[in-house]
C-alpha cells in the first residue's frame, strides 16, 4: 500500500473525473483542507461524517491527509514517536476488502505514561499490542529487527473521529488510523514473540484473551511492514521511536473511571486509568 504522496502548491490532490468503486466520479481534493476537518473534531472531541461522502478520494490522497494532519501537530509542537500499524489480522483485511496493513504515525503528546482522560476523545476503544522500541536509524527494512532495543506488551486506545465508528478505507488512513493514545510496559531484552498469550483486563475483569499470534502470524512482520511503508513514505524509524505491532485482540469500549491492565506471558503487565 503507497505512503503519503506529495501534494501540489495549493495542497490539492486527486484525479478529477475517475470513478469511485460506487460509480461517482473523484473531486479535487483540498488535502489540507480535509486534514483541518479531522484536526479540528479531534481538538472539539465531536463526531464527524466520513470525508469520503462529500468527496470520494483514493488510499494516497489519504495518507497525504494523515501527513497534513501530523503536521498540524508538529506545527503545535509535539514530536513524532513512532509508528503504529493496523488491519494486522486476516479477517479485518477481508473485512475492509484490501491485501495489506495500514499505518499511522504517533507522536509524543499520544503518549499516555498511567492514565487517559475520555473526556478528551469522541468514542475511545482500548485493545492489546505489542510495542518494539526502536534503538537505531532504520533505513532498509532488512535491518529493521537488529535496530530493535527492546520489545514490550503495550496498549492502544483508538479514537475515530467518524460517527458511529464507521468509515471507508481511506477515511480511516485520513483519520491517521483512528490513533489517539498508547502505553507501554517494562521493556525486555529483544527477543521472537511469535506467539506471546495477551490478556487484557477491566477493573479486573477479564475482558479479552488472544495471542500476538492474530499479528500477522507473527509481530515481526509487522515490524518489517512498517519499516516498509514509513522507508516508501520517507520516513526513517529513529532511536526511541516506538513501533506498536497491532492489535491481537479486538478492541473494547474504554469507560470512564476504569483500570486497565494489559498482560503479556513472559513481558509482564502494563496498566492504565481514566
Known amino acids: 500500500m503507497s505512503g503519503p504522496q506529495a501534494t501540489g502548491e495549493h495542497g490539492r490532490s486527486g484525479e478529477h473525473g475517475r470513478p469511485d468503486e460506487h460509480g461517482r466520479q473523484d473531486v479535487d481534493v483540498d488535502v489540507r483542507a480535509l486534514a483541518a476537518t479531522l484536526d479540528d473534531a479531534v481538538s472539539g472531541v465531536r463526531a464527524?461524517?466520513?470525508l469520503t461522502e462529500a468527496a470520494p478520494f483514493d488510499v494516497p490522497t489519504a495518507y497525504a491527509v494523515q501527513r497534513a494532519?501530523?503536521?498540524?501537530?508538529?506545527?503545535?509542537?509535539?514530536?513524532?514517536?513512532?509508528?503504529?500499524?493496523g488491519f494486522t489480522s486476516r479477517a479485518k483485511m477481508v473485512q475492509m476488502g484490501v491485501d495489506d496493513v495500514i499505518w499511522g504515525l504517533l507522536t509524543d503528546a499520544m503518549f499516555a505514561e498511567s492514565a487517559v482522560d475520555v473526556s478528551g476523545l469522541v468514542h475511545p476503544r482500548i485493545e492489546p499490542e505489542i510495542a518494539y522500541l526502536i534503538g537505531r536509524e532504520v533505513r532498509s527494512v532488512?535491518?529493521?529487527?537488529?535496530?530493535?532495543?527492546?520489545?514490550?506488551?503495550?496498549?492502544?486506545?483508538?479514537?475515530?473521529?467518524?460517527?458511529?465508528?464507521?468509515?471507508?478505507l481511506p477515511d480511516v488512513i485520513a483519520d491517521n488510523a483512528s490513533a489517539a493514545r498508547?502505553?507501554?510496559?517494562?521493556?525486555?531484552?529483544?527477543?521472537?514473540v511469535p506467539n506471546v498469550g495477551l490478556l487484557m483486563e477491566i477493573d479486573g475483569r477479564p475482558v479479552q484473551t488472544g495471542s500476538s499470534a492474530a499479528i500477522l502470524g507473527d509481530p515481526a512482520r509487522s515490524l518489517r511492514a512498517a519499516a516498509r511503508l514509513?522507508?516508501?513514505?520517507?520516513?526513517?524509524?529513529?532511536?526511541?521511536?516506538?513501533?506498536?505491532?497491532?492489535?491481537?485482540?479486538?478492541?473494547?469500549?474504554?469507560?470512564?473511571?476504569?483500570?486497565?491492565?494489559?498482560?503479556?506471558?513472559?513481558?509482564?503487565?502494563?496498566?492504565?486509568?481514566?
Do not use: C, Q
Open 48 to 50: 464527524i461524517s466520513p
Open 182 to 192: 498508547f502505553g507501554f510496559g517494562a521493556w525486555h531484552a529483544p527477543r521472537a
Open 69 to 85: 494532519g501530523i503536521e498540524l501537530r508538529t506545527g503545535r509542537g509535539e514530536r513524532l514517536a513512532g509508528v503504529k500499524m
Open 142 to 168: 532488512a535491518e529493521v529487527e537488529t535496530a530493535v532495543a527492546g520489545v514490550a506488551v503495550g496498549f492502544e486506545v483508538l479514537d475515530s473521529r467518524y460517527r458511529d465508528f464507521k468509515f471507508t
Open 230 to 274: 514509513a522507508l516508501g513514505a520517507g520516513i526513517v524509524l529513529e532511536p526511541g521511536w516506538i513501533v506498536l505491532a497491532g492489535a491481537a485482540t479486538a478492541a473494547v469500549p474504554l469507560p470512564k473511571d476504569a483500570h486497565v491492565r494489559v498482560t503479556g506471558a513472559g513481558l509482564g503487565s502494563v496498566e492504565v486509568t481514566t
